[in-house]
């Protein structure tokens, strides 16, 4: 990433030495990351899978402080639900003067019943319903100067470590909401895969996923041009991220490391040669943050709002948004 | 299937109700947003629109010229047109990375009507014909609103005329209709007319002038800590007296833009000489991105509240919503459409009847000709009969008197045997 340049520093007088032929249009960037930074920025990410699959901790790993709802909620019992609930908390987070509102949307119960039949359309009807918030805010005729947006951004799916291939459960899930949200799946807890049995996995589920045509982040159809395809490729050859959660820290060689700590060795959680786990940091937050926000609101979020213009004009519309066509869908 | 609400805060952070600030433990990496962030823009280019209103003469492409360091247009623009027209160049200029892709709108021939009363509707027109396409834009089904070329103007550089005295009722009147629409900032142009000393009266003058009326001009924004001081120091300097040169002059070992009269030169950079200094550093350097930020989020606001009003529609009508606005708006669409359509079938209606009773009318000028022909014909016939007729009688005679001729002869002939054989 190229660095901006920076123009004159403000409350200096322009000196004649100045180059004479600089207009300063470049100090534009300056004025952007100015207005950025005093704005704010917000994401939301949504983490789907089984109980028991470390998803609390992925999260509280992945932003190095406990966002998750296991610590924020004093439920004494962590009973599992009857049915998928969706939960939601926000924190602000900051860094360096960068100040994010971070929303963390858990769905507890998601594959832990019996009779998993269906279990993705109360995700899927949260997540119209954001999409439908901001579609009503920004339809107003008095409307917010800054629309909040609740859309998710991204779903982390979690992938038990089974080392064969996806579930049936898996398959049907991702299929339907790639369509809708941007799908980065990972494979969960994967200190218990050795490296080959990870690599066979990884493929396997790559094929299953190409089998399924379910097109998961960073999706093929919307690079845009040659140096982001060379960068998403790469990234595709690697997904899903094998990943390992911790939020402990241990003395390695000297230094404090997340780690986990077994009677066997030490896993490193930022060590790219134990797991995964900084690809997907790098991923979601160093290099593609935007890139997710950008592909949400350009492209599902105009998906829906076309399906939803146009439903308003022919057929009948249900009360939370899904008309008839979309409730058999799903 | 129970779900809790998603936890949103307003739009200040300090005042986030419900979400939790929560201390990092390590890096985590996500202070690069503003960075990924400005490489999307950088990738994507920017666009900018400058309005310039002022009367013929003051320098409005000189300025623009100066300001942006490049010779814009070849040929200086023609001013016999009979009222206000509106032209507008876009060019693409880049300075390191950015792109800008720069327009510039010029009024030709304002102010130099005898009546001026409607001089600034050309205008106003012109500023809400952006707005509306965007408005359509934003609203059709199938957008594409991040790669749309935004045309609204950014920046409307009102161009004062160095009188040294006051305003004109023109500039007054103009400002007042343009204030609400866009980010005015008002300039004394050719300002190496007017002394320095003059030069305070002027400004102070056209201030209170400004402010009495009630003209809002665009204020250098003074919240964010960086920029606040010198954005509120320049404040105090409008309008800026600026002045524009493309032609360098040789000061001391260096070349530098200015303006050479026989009792000095005027150094277009240098800040004792005039303002210009100024409204670049403001213009550009420093406030390019909230003049954007203020046309969309205040003047095109405002613009789309009128407009879909006047339309018709409401935010609190429960049972139109949601929706209504694209319904509504449609419904009027096909409304129009319909009208068109009815309109077209009426010309057509016309135009086949046209077509019939021209058709009617050459039937009987064909009808008649053909009665003439016929009775001509009938004549032609008759005379030609009589002809005959009379030929035929003479033929008779003719027979007649050959036959009388030969019996004659004959009778000669006889007479003259029986002479003979009488001797």
Partial sequence: MVAPTVGPVYGEKP??????????IDAILEQMRRKAMKQGFELNIMVVGQSGLGKSTLMNTLFKSKVSRKYVQATAQE???????????????????????LTVIDTPGFGDQINNENCWQPIMRFINDQYEAYLQEEININRKKRIPDSRVHCC??????????????????MRRLSKVVNIVPVIAKADTLTLEERDFFKQKIREDLRANGIDVYPQKEFDEDQEDRMINEKIREMIPFAVVGSDQEYQVNGRRLLGRKTKWGTIEVENIAHCEFAYLRDLLIRTHMQNIKDITSTIHYEMYRVRRLNENNTGAVHTNGLSDHSAHEM | MIYNDVLLSSLDFDTGEGARAVPLSGHVGFDSMPDQLVNKSVNHGFCFNILCVGETGLGKSTLMDTLFNTKFEGDPTQHNQPGVTLKSNTYELQESNVRLKLTVVNTVGFGDQINKEDSYKPIVEFIDAQFEAYLQEEL???????SYHDSRIHACLYFIAPTGHSLKSLDLVTMKKLDSKVNIIPIIAKSDAVSKSELAKFKIKITSELVSNGVQIYQFPTDDESVAEINSTMNSHLPFAVVGST????????????????????????????????????????????LREQTHARHYELYRRCKLEEMGFKDTDPDSKPFSLQETYEAKRNEFMGELQKKEEEMRQMFVQRVKEKEAELKEAEKELHEKFDRLKKLHQDEKKKLEEKKKSLDDELNMFKQKKTAAELLLNQAQQLSRTKQ
């Fill in chain 2, 140 to 146: 059709k089904i199938k957008r594409t609103l991040h």
């Fill in chain 1, 15 to 24: 000196s004649s030495v100045v180059d004479f032929s600089y207009v300063g």
């Fill in chain 2, 247 to 290: 032609e360098e002059v040789k000061i001391g070992n260096k070349m530098v833009k200015a303006r050479q009269y026989p009792w000095g030169t005027v150094q277009v950079e240098n800040e004792n000489h005039c303002d210009f200094v100024k409204l670049r550093e403001m213009l550009i350097r420093v406030n390019m991105e909230d």
């Fill in chain 1, 156 to 173: 982390i799916y979690f992938i038990p470590p089974t080392g064969h291939c996806l579930r049936p459960l898996d398959v049907e899930f």
């Fill in chain 1, 79 to 101: 009973k599992i639900p009857k049915t998928i609930e969706i939960k939601s908390i926000s924190h602000d987070i900051e860094e360096k003067g960068v100040r994010m509102k």
